[in-house]
T-cell receptor
Framework: QKEVEQNSGPLSVPEGAIASLNCTYS??????FFWYRQYSGKSPELIMS????GDKEDGRFTAQLNKASQYVSLLIRDSQPSDSATYLC????????????FGSGTRLQVQP | SAVISQKPSRDICQRGTSLTIQCQVD?????MFWYRQQPGQSLTLIAT?????????ESGFVIDKFPISRPNLTFSTLTVSNMSPEDSSIYLC??????????FGPGTRLTVL
């Protein structure tokens, strides 16, 4: 079983719609959670972090965390073609491993 | 956030040669890591670079193939040794700062002929 799971997509949404990206993780002791955006040919860029249950909003982005369900999501409101990228979920697992554990990423396509 | 630079940004190398990639951070960080990302794939952790001691390698990666140095808190190198076309990939330096946030450098795109 993969430690951090994401649907690979592509997830296709029309411009102006809400894009919903989901991630589940296996380690119940995980404490911190991150979303990265990666454009083709570029390195991952941190866009959101979340540490406690509930919602965290930053501009058009909202991260949602539910530790009981071991589920974290990213909502992108008013999606723009420039949001088209691969979104990586990353988890700081309580396994003694010092690096974040990454999902395989979801490719988002925003159609103009 | 930490600003990370990598050199070279890209290189084309011949089979059997070695390439050393440098990673420089503009501030002291707690952890430094090296990742590989093959075309169309997600990130694979190669190793954690430990200051002043041997790196900690992930399963499937060995020191003879990927020697790593970290002489101080802001600098690390990764060498890809005895390269083959299967080593063609993007190599990424990553750091974890004192807020436990992890950042990535711009990457080194390696092509092995």
């Amino acid at each position: 079983q993969k430690e951090v799971e994401q649907n690979s997509g592509p997830l296709s949404v029309p411009e102006g719609a809400i894009a919903s990206l989901n991630c589940t993780y296996s380690d119940r002791g995980s404490q911190s959670f991150f979303w990265y955006r990666q454009y083709s040919g570029k390195s991952p860029e941190l866009i959101m972090s979340i540490y406690s249950n509930g919602d965290k909003e930053d501009g058009r982005f909202t991260a949602q965390l539910n530790k009981a369900s071991q589920y974290v999501s990213l909502l992108i409101r008013d999606s723009q073609p420039s949001d088209s990228a691969t979104y990586l979920c990353a988890v700081n697992m309580d396994t003694g491993r010092r690096a974040l554990t990454f999902g395989s990423g979801t490719r988002l396509q925003v159609q103009p | 956030s930490a600003v990370i630079s990598q050199k070279p940004s890209r290189d084309i190398c011949q089979r059997g040669t070695s390439l050393t990639i440098q990673c420089q951070v503009d501030s002291q960080v707690t952890m430094m890591f090296w990742y590989r990302q093959q075309p169309g794939q997600s990130l694979t952790l190669i190793a954690t670079a430990n200051q002043g001691s041997e790196a900690t390698y992930e399963s499937g990666f060995v020191i003879d193939k990927f020697p790593i140095s970290r002489p101080n808190l802001t600098f690390s190198t990764l060498t890809v040794s005895n390269m083959s076309p299967e080593d063609s990939s993007i190599y990424l330096c990553s750091v974890r700062d004192f807020t436990d946030t992890q950042y990535f450098g711009p990457g080194t795109r390696l092509t092995v002929l």
